[in-house]
């Protein structure tokens, strides 16, 4: 078993609006990784994910669409760049921290199903994984729950056991999504027009910072 760590945090072009944890994520890392004796190797994939998945996520916004960068990072960057870093190395399987299940049927199809965890099952967001992705990802937790698992690691007395969960686009960190798009599109004010009377009740900075059946914010 190698772990490796996925570095994607945009550093040069993001700082400015907040900062990212990765240190503290690095650093963790470090500490799982030498009580359970196993070699950790850091890999950027910046460049990867700036092309395949920042491009995408500004583009969809700048055309009034909701992008979904978390299914577009697992099928293009963690399950797709990142196979392509360690091609040739003699890697059977790549193990995830997914809350998912894969169940194989009799024909060797593998199909994508629910976690037991409905508040933390991630299905949805590899949805867009090829069968040739599935063939190679082990989900070891997806059969707990989130529960479960945070008594397993009190258990093992893992150094994260206390770590509060992570939420939000990982690529942002503390990073407000709003604050990101305003970074790459700046602002476009127009009216917000009541769509039955015509009445102007409002103004808002850009179409982009809004999402269709959006309910609050505005």
């Known amino acids: 078993v190698r772990a490796f760590y996925l570095k994607i945090w945009l550093e040069d072009e993001l700082s400015h609006l907040g900062q990212c944890p ?3 994520d690095w650093d963790m890392c470090q500490k799982v990784c030498a009580q359970a004796g196993v070699p950790l190797e850091a890999v950027s994939l910046q460049e990867q994910y700036k092309q395949k998945v920042i ?3 500004v583009e969809e916004a700048s055309k009034g669409r909701t992008p979904n960068p978390d299914i577009m990072c697992n099928s293009m960057v963690k399950f797709g760049c990142f196979y392509d870093a360690i091609a040739g190395r003699d890697f059977d399987y790549v193990a995830s921290g997914h809350y998912a299940r894969l169940v194989t049927d009799d024909d060797g ?3 994508l199903t629910r976690a037991p965890d409905d508040i933390k099952d991630q299905s949805y967001f590899l949805s867009a994984l090829t069968q040739k992705q599935l063939e190679r990802v082990l989900f070891p937790i997806g059969d707990y729950t989130k529960a479960e698992v945070r008594e397993l690691a009190q258990q093992f007395d ?4 206390s770590r509060p969960d992570s939420q939000g686009l990982c690529f942002l960190g503390k990073v ?9 599109l700046g602002e476009k004010p127009g009216d917000i027009v009541d769509a039955k009377s015509g009445d102007v009740i409002g103004r ?7 999402t269709v059946g959006q309910r609050k914010g505005i």
């Open 158 to 161: 893992l150094p994260n056991k």
């Open 109 to 111: 199809t593998k199909r």
């Open 204 to 210: 808002h900075r850009g179409l982009w910072f809004h």
């Open 55 to 57: 491009s995408y996520t």
């Open 22 to 24: 990765w240190e503290d």
């Open 176 to 184: 407000k999504f709003d604050d990101f798009l305003g970074a790459y």
